[in-house]
């Protein structure tokens, strides 16, 4: 795999294969020294345009587990505020000598842009562009739920038969653009709820069946709820009139809490705004596994590094 951009064109088969790789790397935690020398004397760049912690974090606890060394590029205070371009920004960190650029940016189809240039010769993860891919986080996502609804037999596992609901900002998140098409090839069936407004346009050509009614999607039972977070900084208008009528429409509250099946998981990518797309109960209860998704997002960031960084075909490193 030369870089992972989006998980559109992820193959059933490639996206299988990098879950498998990432429970080989979930089990390098469980040891007293949780490190391999997989990746000794390759450097990995983490090149963030847009602010980040949790991603940012994941992906340096990854690569240095992997035993890679590791630089960090944050825009805030950098050359990028006196007007220089990705390009120069990419160019100058690869002088460096890096292998790899994890590259988060707020314009869509950034990394793919950089990925299809001849401005560097690393390989490109994308950490979150715009409003268009995440791809790592669909593919945690799609890890923990596989873990949570097989444990142990997980491996080989695809999620035929498996319904999520996903809940809340779709218009503004690369989460859920990830996760529609990740979950789809899959096998999963995916319905999204949101306000109208908060819908994107085009959203009848996507694998998914919509909706406006929240207690309606609950009464039907799905594996999963995915809340996502309103992301009022990307906001430029008023898309629902006051938060308490979101939080009552579209959170997850503590009755709606009470209403899932007992079989049903929470998740959220995080960072939560409780109180208002999900409450504190429902965060932290017994059937949330937003910590889980946390920790496993260690775990695919090691098998995708070791993927760009190898050269290997997921198919083959699964096997």
């Known amino acids: 795999m030369r870089h ?14 990098i879950l498998d ?39 340096e606890t990854a690569a240095k587990r992997l035993s890679a060394d590791v630089v960090t590029f944050s825009a805030k205070g950098s050359s990028v505020s006196k007007g ?25 189809g ?8 001849d401005w560097i010769d ?23 739920l596989r873990k949570s609804l097989h444990g142990n037999a997980s491996r080989g596992r695809d999620l035929d038969g498996v319904s999520v609901t996903i809940v809340g900002d779709v218009l503004h998140s690369r989460v859920a653009r990830s996760n529609v098409w990740l979950l789809a090839t899959l096998g999963a069936s995916v ?22 009614d929240l207690d309606e999607a609950i009464a039907a039972a799905p594996d999963a709820l995915m809340m996502l977070r309103v992301q009022q900084e990307r906001m430029h208008a ?38 208002l797309e999900i409450s504190a109960r429902a965060a932290d209860s017994p059937r949330s596994v937003i910590l889980d998704q946390v920790a496993n997002g260690v775990s695919i960031r090691m098998a995708v590094l070791y993927l760009v960084l190898s050269g290997s075909d997921p198919r083959e490193a699964a096997a």
């Open 4 to 17: 992972l951009l989006t998980t559109e064109t992820l193959a059933r088969e490639e996206a299988i294969a």
């Open 122 to 144: 690393a390989a490109v993860v994308n950490a979150g562009d715009g409003t268009h891919q995440h791809p790592t986080q669909a593919l945690l996502d799609a890890f923990t």
């Open 191 to 212: 319905r999204l709820v949101a306000p109208r407004t908060l819908l994107p346009v085009g959203v009848e050509t996507w694998p998914v069946t919509t909706g406006t």
């Open 110 to 117: 950034a990394a793919e842009v950089l990925a299809a240039s």
């Open 84 to 108: 220089e371009s990705l390009k120069d920004t990419t160019q100058t960190i690869a002088a460096m000598g890096v292998d790899a650029v994890v590259l988060r940016h707020s314009a869509s």
């Open 238 to 275: 008023a898309y629902f009139p006051h938060e308490r009528e979101y939080s009552n429409a579209w959170g997850l509250g503590d009755d709606r809490l009470e209403r899932l099946p007992a079989d049903t998981i929470v998740m959220h990518p995080g960072p939560m705004n409780r109180g």
């Open 21 to 59: 790789v990432a429970e080989d790397m979930r089990e390098v935690a469980t040891r007293a020294v949780p490190k391999l020398p997989t990746l000794r004397g390759r450097t990995v760049a983490n090149v963030f345009f847009e602010d980040s912690t949790r991603t940012r974090l994941s992906f």
